[in-house]
């Protein structure tokens, strides 16, 4: 069994956008700036919008932090977007998820100036995705795709089976993992809440990528010996005999499957840490294409 260490080869992703900054700085480029907007105090959401502010910090991007209350309106939040979307100064911008409840979380993402959205959401980024255009893939399954890739896992002619259909992971994830090219070429399987026999299905699966939130969920029975097994998984778990009172858990019985799996994403330190290291890459894209369009 190979671990793939996610939080390793963000590093690495990280010193290489690192080093490409460098070379702007010294010939006298711009470089390049990500903001991130976030409503209200969610505790989680606070702290990961922390890390990418610090991520930016680390490989000498410019960054915004724009704070609003939970208080704040939809038409008080569009407006935010309008300002970001016009700012030549900002090269991509987030809004964090979720939104507080009288916000239309789907009027806020189609408001992003599309070469703006490095979380790759909007649908004409995600159409674009979807055709095998150039464009912004979403955060995780880009970083799930690049681990794959500096592994040198075998995706060509290999069974996919996908856990969980949200837009930001399992329906990306799925048609990703069956677009021409490597990592991809394979069969894929979609499963969700209405799924039947799921033990059935992932025991036939080369590769499983589950992103259904439901701790320790994969069990060592449902997945095959050689099985590749990648955890989006993250969920706190109520434990007391931990000082912080809480793990971090994912969706996979780690102990168990790490057994008879090929390779495998720890969590922490698997896909997290991949998600923010790829947001700045898209960073770095929306910076270059930016580039391109003046030049134009």
Do not use: W
Not at 3 to 24: R, S, Y
Request: proline fraction near 5%.
């Amino acid at each position: 069994m190979q671990l793939l260490d996610g939080k390793k080869t963000a590093e690495d992703i990280k010193a290489e956008i690192a080093a490409q900054v460098q070379i702007m700085k010294s010939n006298g480029e711009k470089v390049p700036h990500l903001a991130a907007v976030i409503v209200g105090n969610d505790g989680a959401s606070l702290t990961y919008v922390g890390s990418k502010v610090k991520a930016c910090e680390r490989v000498g991007f410019e960054s915004t932090l724009v704070k609003l209350p939970s208080t704040t309106s939809e038409t008080e939040l569009l407006k935010k977007i309008k300002e970001l979307n016009e700012d030549e100064n900002i090269d991509g911008f987030i809004v964090q998820l979720p939104l507080p409840e009288q916000i239309d979380e789907q009027k806020v993402l189609m408001a992003v100036n599309p070469s703006k959205d490095v979380d790759g959401f909007h649908p004409e980024n995600f159409g674009k995705m979807a055709l095998d255009m150039s464009t912004f893939i979403p955060a995780t399954p880009f970083g799930i795709l690049e681990l794959l890739e500096r592994y040198g896992v075998e995706t060509q002619g290999k069974h996919t089976v996908v856990i969980g259909r949200s837009h930001i992971v399992g329906r990306p994830m799925s048609i990703l993992m069956g677009r021409k090219g490597f990592p991809g070429n394979s069969t894929v399987t979609l499963t969700h809440s209405y799924t039947k026999n799921i033990a059935q299905i992932t025991t036939q699966a080369d590769i499983i990528i589950t992103a259904l939130g439901v701790p320790n969920y994969l069990k060592a029975e449902m997945v095959k010996d050689g099985a590749v097994v990648i955890d989006v998984g993250i969920t706190r778990v109520a434990d007391e005999s931990n000082e912080k009172g809480y793990v971090i858990t994912g969706d996979v019985d780690f102990v168990n499957v790490s057994k008879k799996a090929s390779f495998i994403t720890p969590v922490p330190g698997g896909v997290g840490p991949m998600t923010i290291a790829m947001l700045l890459k898209n960073t770095l894209l929306a910076r270059e294409m930016k580039i391109i369009r003046m030049k134009e």
